[in-house]
T-cell receptor, first 122, second 108 residues
Framework: EVQLVESGGGLVQPGESLRLSCAAS????????IIWVRQAPGKGLEWVSV???????YYADSVTGRFTVSRDDSKNTVYLQLNSLRVDDTAVYYC????????????????WGQGTLITVSS | SSELTQDPAVSVALGQTVRITCQGD??????ASWYQQKPGQAPRLVIY???NRPSGIPDRFSGSSSGNTASLTITGAQAEDEADYYC???????????FGGGTKLTVL
């Protein structure tokens, strides 16, 4: 059974750092791509980052230069390092497994974790 | 401005058909995927590709695409379909994977 479990959320002050984990089971993270998505309270889904099978990483403009996604294949876990946190980073952070449709140009995310809440407040 | 545009809210009478749309230039190149999210829950994939449903998604959910618009249709909406629905697609010429702003579906 495919499962994704996020952890590492909590309450932090502006400017501080945090590392989120996304532990996978039922598949190997190196065989798919993994995305991070966040949802601020009462708001919609915002794509944050992606790490592809080959290790390439990409970020939303709002987090570029502050967030870093990485992967530990030996632990079957993906991480999101969040630095220089701001109040507007407050959100539930989800990781999800990605796959491709057809020739590979269309994407979808078929399994999601339950999310972990980050609150940035002084 | 959002790369994928959705109507903020749509309502449908119980048992009737509703279409939720998503507009964006990238949809001329890529299929959208659609996600259902109920309060306090993680999103759930309901439609991907041309018109594919993951296991466990009722066949009253279907997807279509024309030009720059992708649509999610629920034929015979049920009370349990009341939720927020989000579209997603790769952005043209980039590696960004933005979501639409979401549509809140109310089943009357």
């Amino acid at each position: 059974e495919v499962q994704l479990v996020e952890s590492g959320g909590g309450l932090v002050q502006p400017g501080e750092s945090l590392r989120l984990s996304c532990a996978a089971s039922g598949f190997t993270v190196s065989s798919n791509y993994i995305i991070w998505v966040r949802q601020a309270p009462g708001k919609g889904l915002e794509w944050v980052s992606v790490i592809y099978r080959g290790g390439s990483t990409y970020y939303a403009d709002s987090v570029t230069g502050r967030f870093t996604v990485s992967r530990d294949d030996s632990k079957n876990t993906v991480y999101l390092q969040l630095n220089s946190l701001r109040v507007d980073d407050t959100a539930v952070y989800y990781c999800a497994r990605g796959d491709y449709y057809g020739s590979g140009s269309s994407y979808f995310f078929d399994y999601w974790g339950q999310g972990t809440l980050i609150t940035v407040s002084s | 401005s959002s790369e994928l545009t959705q109507d903020p809210a749509v309502s449908v009478a119980l048992g009737q058909t509703v279409r939720i749309t998503c507009q964006g230039d990238s949809l001329r190149l890529y299929y959208a995927s659609w996600y259902q999210q109920k309060p306090g829950q993680a999103p759930r994939l309901v439609i991907y590709g041309k018109n594919n449903r993951p296991s466990g998604i009722p066949d009253r959910f279907s997807g279509s695409s024309s030009g720059n618009t992708a649509s999610l249709t629920i034929t015979g909406a049920q009370a349990e379909d009341e939720a927020d629905y989000y579209c997603n697609s790769r952005a043209s010429g980039t590696n960004r994977l933005p979501f639409g702003g979401g549509t809140k579906l109310t089943v009357l």
